[in-house]
């Protein structure tokens, strides 16, 4: 099912719930002007049709100390199905990666990592390199945020 095929409702509870994920179904049905059980009901078929994976809280990287912001590149030697794997399987053990992504282009793979500073960067980047089949890693530092956000566009 893709959104195209939800109803403006289910669209408008995504919505609210992507900035918001505390509101309760009370204030949700207030909002959208529907009943408290339509809204239970329509919440629990978005997460059982998997429209929504998980309810998190997203914390503010300056009061938990993780404000070194980091996008490393890595390159590996081979792209064969075991390297590939391999390299996924591993990089899951690293809190320090917040997201992964294989990419297309000069390298492959792009990490977003979250470190209190250079030095927990830098044991991270030792451990990183640790890794078999790396060939380069290569990463920038954010200096300021402009825009983040969580909510896709519906």
Known sequence: M???????????ILKLLQKDASLTNKEISYKLHK?????????RR??????????VAIL?????????IAFSQVLLNDHTADTL???????LKFPEVMECFQMTGTFDFILRVA???MEEYHHFYRK??????ITS???FFVLSETKSDTAYPL
């Open 115 to 117: 470190t209190r500073d």
């Open 85 to 91: 794997s391999t390299f996924e399987r591993e990089i």
């Open 35 to 43: 009943s408290i059980a339509t809204i239970h009901e329509r919440i």
């Open 137 to 139: 890693v290569q990463s």
């Open 60 to 68: 503010d990287k300056k009061k938990i100390n993780k404000t070194l």
């Open 46 to 55: 978005l997460k059982e049709q998997g429209y929504i994976l998980r309810t």
């Open 2 to 12: 893709s959104t195209s095929e939800l109803d403006p409702t289910d669209v408008e």
């Open 128 to 133: 990183l390199g640790t890794l078999p089949r």
